[in-house]
């Protein structure tokens, strides 16, 4: 009783989101502290739920958080509130907190002023060796419809891109769409009427499911802007290496430069030039797809030295 207040005061007298499904599950399955929760994609509510549950009891699961985003506002109870919560559950290693970047490393450590239980990770987890077997190339978008992604530029690329040629599909894939990119959302599903070539995926997928799509794509175009992906958001591009796919990227990238060595990608900056270096890796496909299995090598050679995976085995 006396942990489970200590637990709601440090959490702001609320009970976190998943508790009593994430807590009665360990229960019943008799989880214990040589057992490990991994949260993928960490957000705040992740962050009160581990707080909790490790403040609770002390054969709770050691807990890993993955943050993929970048931390900007120190608002009451947001992500720097439940950071200051779990930094001694950092030092004693119950939990584990991994960013892709070493801005975002340094942002933490600085905030906490120390180094202990925060790792800087770019684990995949799940690798596809690629084929160039089909007659066409499919042209993908995956992941948040946002402007600062480039969500608004679809319309406009798919149609100038399918006047140059009908060997292209496009496949397009986010779930929730707001008053930003609504009227975006809402062209594309009235393409896709017309044009069997668009399929769109307007859902949440699982991790399988995730993975699957990117299978079925050939061709990434990256269609942020350069601070967008240097603030430390670039899952696409990650799991574009993790599955060969060519892309084409902003200039001045520097995001993931120590594993695209070999030149799996063209730069574009503007939509025009992307449909021209789209156009070009179709082309001459075989060799960026030669190229970007070197790199999608040279990064599984960095996973198997990767923090998270030595800290769960």
């Known amino acids: 009783l ?42 705040n509510k992740h962050m009160s739920l581990a707080n909790f549950l490790t403040r609770l009891k002390t054969d709770i699961p050691k807990i890993h958080l993955r943050i993929l985003y970048t931390p900007s506002e120190k608002k009451i109870g947001g992500f720097y509130f439940f950071l200051n919560q779990i930094k001694y559950s950092l030092t004693i290693q119950r939990i584990f907190i991994y960013v892709l970047t070493e801005k975002n490393y340094e942002i933490l450590t600085n905030n906490l002023c120390l180094k202990d239980g925060i790792f800087i990770s770019n684990i995949p987890w799940v690798f596809f060796n690629r084929n160039n077997n089909s007659s066409y190339k499919t042209i993908g978008y995956i992941g948040d419809a946002r402007v600062n992604r480039g969500f608004n530029l679809l319309p406009e690329l798919i149609a100038k891109l399918s006047k140059k040629s009908n060997a292209y599909k496009f496949l397009i894939q986010y779930s929730k769409a707001d008053k930003s990119v609504i009227e975006t959302s809402d062209k594309l599903h009235k ?20 993975r699957d799509t990117l299978k079925k794509i050939d061709i990434m175009p990256i269609l942020h802007n350069t601070d967008e992906i240097n603030l430390g958001n670039p899952s696409t ?77």
């Open 237 to 313: 591009i990650y799991s574009s290496i993790t599955h060969q796919i060519p892309m084409i990227v902003p200039p001045n990238l520097k995001y993931m430069k120590n594993v695209l060595i070999h030149k799996s990608y063209e730069e574009s900056s503007n939509l025009d030039e992307t449909i021209e270096k789209i156009i070009l890796i179709n082309n001459n496909y075989e060799n960026y797809l030669n190229s970007a299995k070197k790199n999608s090598s040279i990064l599984a050679d960095i996973f198997s030295k990767d923090p998270l995976k030595k800290n769960i085995i």
């Open 191 to 210: 393409m896709a009427l017309l044009n069997p070539n668009i399929t769109i995926y307007q859902k949440y997928l699982d991790y399988k499911e995730f």
């Open 2 to 43: 006396i942990n489970y207040l200590n637990a709601l005061y440090s959490n702001r007298f609320i009970i976190p989101r998943y508790f009593l499904e994430v807590y009665f599950f360990l229960k019943r399955n008799n989880f214990t502290d040589n057992d490990h929760i991994f949260f993928q994609t960490a957000r």
